[in-house]
């Protein structure tokens, strides 16, 4: 898409150029302009000349709208097929195509793996309904992306688990993201329109070289869930 539009961008340059270098001649030279003006076979040739790059221009024209109108709907696309629809964050594809990153790579020793669990969902659900399911999952959707920015990838893992991706990440990081994390879960539950958040979430960084890979460092978050923090029992 990107050579595309360079391919096209050069084309209508070249296009430009030409057209202003072929009225540069014709303006300026004396005598093809008297030729142009008294002979009527160079008049019609001028023309169709003229009507042919007119209609050329038109056309790349065209192109730019085409592909201005193809970009946005590539994009939209795109944001479909990588966020999940309740949500609004990413889905389980998105983060496995972010786990596929390190595939095959020595684990760094500055990334962590937080898995977090909704442990009210299915409550809310048989209680409220689903519609009250997915207002909890979008308002902690929320305040994972605000925890996250310039922090982590965060995205829905399906069902109730949500996973969040540290790089170059360090202790006091990845405190301040988990913290970050109640505290807006905090706030949001103080507001009595809001159905309560209730999570639980298990971290996974800096382990023992038993830990050699990205699937392991999310399984490991993923197991640990029941053993580290949240908001479990918070009115």
Not at 45 to 54: E, F, K, P
Not at 188 to 206: C, K, L, P, V, W
Request: proline content about 1%; overall charge neutral.
């Amino acid at each position: 898409m990107k050579k595309f539009n360079t391919f096209k961008t050069i084309q209508l340059v070249i296009f430009i150029l030409l057209t202003g270098i072929g009225l540069y001649f014709v303006l300026t030279d004396k005598e093809l302009y008297y030729l142009i003006a008294n002979n009527s076979h160079i008049r019609l040739l001028c023309t169709l000349l003229w009507a042919i790059c007119g209609i050329s221009f038109f056309f790349i024209f065209l192109d730019f709208t085409f592909f201005s109108s193809f970009k946005k709907d590539y994009q939209e696309l795109n944001y479909a097929v990588s966020s999940d629809p309740i949500a609004g964050i990413a889905n389980r594809y998105s983060c496995d195509a972010l786990i596929e990153k390190y595939l095959d790579r020595p684990l760094p020793n500055n990334i962590a793996s937080v898995m977090f669990e909704l442990t009210n969902l299915q409550e809310i659900n048989q209680i409220h309904g689903h519609r009250a399911g997915n207002s909890i999952i979008r308002d902690f959707s929320g305040i994972l992306q605000s925890a996250a920015i310039n922090r982590a990838f965060v995205g829905r893992n399906g069902g109730n688990k949500f996973l969040a991706i540290l790089e170059n990440c360090d202790d006091q990081k990845l405190e301040a993201f988990l913290q970050q994390i109640e505290s807006l879960t905090t706030k949001h539950n103080e507001d009595t329109s809001h159905f309560q958040i209730r999570f639980r979430y298990g971290t996974a960084y800096h382990e023992d070289a038993s830990i050699t890979n990205i699937t392991s460092l999310v399984a490991l978050s993923n197991k640990r869930i029941s053993t580290s923090g949240g908001t479990d029992g918070i009115a």
